[in-house]
């Protein structure tokens, strides 16, 4: 199953949410409804909610604009971006490449914290003209009106945007800065990304850690900010996880399309053979995966030995393969990048057209993978 949701397309890059967003909301409006309440006592319940909504709304519009200003300075240093995926507090901008330069990768990852803190600024200096002077505490706040406490928390959650970012954690901005300076010393991406990594790790359960005691201290900053600090942690630590995983899937795929790692030659079934005969030609051996069903070169559908058992046997010899074939979940085409398809790839056809042209199999694809970091680390053995 996919952990993302598509919620639309900016400036033609595709956006989408991990599920770890929800957390996000829901501790972004609980933490508004806590203060809120606080703050304007004489505020009702559903305007509570309603102001609740609209700072939720207002930290994910923050995100996106932070994300937005990684992809154009990657678009503007020549590096394409197709989609972006908003994470707790932060987000991946998948770029079909890894940045040419230490220097290019610095400018990519300082662009976005640079943005926000611009946008936090603009917010608090609206706020300021509109309703004077900035409150000096909570009592004070209430002069603002519902609409001034909304920008001014958007405005202040911009720096914490800005700040969380700027820790020294790869996959975060101060991380891909930490690791193009690593890159730069070493000369080796490779190494470089392990390393950032692995201090991201550390500081993402330092954090945790730090969060739980905050929540037990009797002096602390309070259960909301411990929460947060100890969410924080945890992203940090699960996104630098994942985002080494990921960047060396990445860059061992980077301009990979199906069209190369497919296999050409390729075992398909003809529509009109008897589920009988292609029981014994095709499945005897133990094929447990899907196999193409074509009339000519035309793919009519997959069948798997699961569908052939979900027939009775004694209809075996009447029944034609084209009429059990099923609809394969997922075909592309040759020029599909094949990073794309990681998340869901098992066995998929690959069509030109109706006209099936190769069948791309995890397994070929993990052995690129493999074979393209035994080629990378022999070539920085050799460069040391
Ligand atoms: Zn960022």
Same mark, same amino acid.
């Given at each position: 199953?996919?952990?993302?949701?598509?919620?639309?397309?900016? !400036?033609?890059?595709?956006?989408?949410?991990?599920?770890?967003?929800?957390?996000?909301?829901?501790?972004?409006?609980?933490?508004?409804?806590?203060?809120?309440?606080?703050?304007?006592?004489?505020? *009702?319940?559903?305007?509570?909610?309603?102001?609740?909504?609209?700072?939720?709304?207002?930290?994910?519009?923050?995100?996106?604009?932070?994300?937005?200003?990684?992809?154009?300075?990657?678009?503007?240093?020549?590096?394409?971006?197709?989609?972006?995926?908003? %994470?707790?507090?932060?987000?991946?901008? #998948?770029?079909?490449?890894?940045?040419?330069?230490?220097?290019?990768? =610095?400018?990519?990852?300082?662009?976005?914290?640079?943005?926000?803190?611009?946008?936090?600024?603009?917010? =608090? !200096?609206?706020?300021?003209?509109?309703?004077?002077?900035?409150?000096?505490?909570?009592?004070?706040?209430?002069?603002?009106?519902?609409?001034?406490?909304?920008?001014? %928390?958007?405005?202040?959650?911009?720096?914490?945007?800005?700040?969380?970012?700027?820790?020294?954690?790869?996959?975060?901005?101060?991380?891909?800065?930490?690791?193009?300076?690593?890159?730069?010393?070493? *000369?080796?991406?490779?190494?470089?990304?392990?390393?950032?990594?692995?201090?991201?790790?550390?500081?993402?359960? !330092?954090?945790?850690?730090?969060?739980?005691? %905050?929540? %037990?201290?009797?002096?602390?900053?309070?259960?909301?900010?411990?929460?947060?600090?100890?969410?924080?942690?945890?992203?940090?630590?699960?996104?630098?996880?994942?985002?080494?995983?990921?960047?060396?899937?990445?860059?061992?795929?980077?301009?990979?399309?199906?069209?190369?790692?497919?296999?050409?030659?390729?075992?398909?079934?003809?529509? #009109?053979?008897?589920? #009988?005969?292609?029981?014994?030609?095709?499945?005897?051996?133990?094929?447990?995966?899907?196999?193409?069903?074509?009339? /000519?070169?035309? !793919?009519? /559908?997959?069948?798997?030995?699961?569908?052939?058992?979900?027939?009775?046997?004694?209809?075996?010899?009447?029944?034609?393969?084209?009429? =059990?074939?099923?609809?394969?979940?997922?075909?592309?085409?040759?020029?599909?990048?094949?990073?794309?398809?990681?998340?869901?790839?098992?066995?998929?056809?690959?069509?030109?057209?109706?006209?099936?042209?190769?069948?791309?199999?995890?397994?070929?694809?993990?052995?690129? =993978?493999?074979?393209?970091?035994?080629?990378?680390?022999?070539?920085?053995?050799?460069?040391?």
């Amino acid at each position: 199953m996919s952990r993302r949701i598509t919620v639309g397309r900016f !400036l033609g890059v595709e956006v989408a949410l991990d599920w770890s967003w929800i957390i996000t909301f829901v501790l972004a409006a609980w933490t508004l409804v806590s203060l809120g309440a606080r703050v304007m006592p004489n505020l *009702g319940p559903l305007p509570l909610a309603l102001l609740a909504v609209a700072s939720a709304a207002g930290l994910f519009t923050s995100l996106v604009l932070h994300e937005l200003a990684h992809g154009l300075a990657a678009r503007a240093s020549g590096v394409p971006v197709r989609h972006m995926t908003l %994470f707790l507090l932060g987000g991946i901008t #998948d770029r079909e490449r890894t940045p040419g330069s230490p220097r290019v990768e =610095i400018a990519c990852a300082i662009a976005a914290p640079l943005a926000s803190v611009a946008l936090g600024v603009l917010a =608090i !200096l609206a706020v300021a003209i509109a309703d004077g002077p900035m409150p000096r505490g909570f009592d004070d706040l209430d002069r603002l009106g519902a609409p001034g406490v909304v920008v001014l %928390f958007v405005g202040l959650a911009n720096f914490v945007i800005a700040a969380v970012n700027l820790l020294p954690a790869y996959p975060l901005d101060g991380g891909r800065v930490v690791r193009a300076l690593f890159w730069g010393a070493t *000369g080796d991406v490779e190494r470089a990304t392990r390393w950032s990594a692995w201090l991201a790790q550390v500081i993402g359960w !330092l954090l945790v850690v730090v969060g739980i005691s %905050f929540a %037990f201290s009797t002096r602390g900053p309070g259960t909301a900010a411990a929460m947060w600090t100890a969410f924080v942690g945890w992203f940090i630590a699960s996104a630098a996880a994942q985002g080494y995983e990921g960047v060396r899937i990445q860059d061992a795929l980077a301009g990979v399309t199906a069209s190369r790692l497919m296999r050409r030659a390729f075992v398909a079934i003809p529509a #009109d053979l008897t589920v #009988d005969s292609a029981m014994r030609s095709f499945f005897a051996q133990g094929e447990s995966r899907a196999i193409p069903v074509v009339d /000519g070169e035309d !793919l009519l /559908g997959m069948v798997s030995f699961a569908d052939v058992q979900e027939l009775s046997a004694d209809r075996w010899r009447s029944t034609r393969v084209r009429e =059990i074939a099923v609809r394969p979940e997922k075909m592309v085409s040759p020029r599909t990048p094949v990073v794309d398809l990681i998340d869901t790839l098992e066995r998929v056809p690959v069509v030109e057209g109706v006209r099936l042209v190769g069948v791309l199999d995890r397994d070929d694809v993990m052995r690129f =993978i493999e074979a393209f970091e035994m080629r990378s680390s022999r070539e920085a053995a050799v460069r040391t």
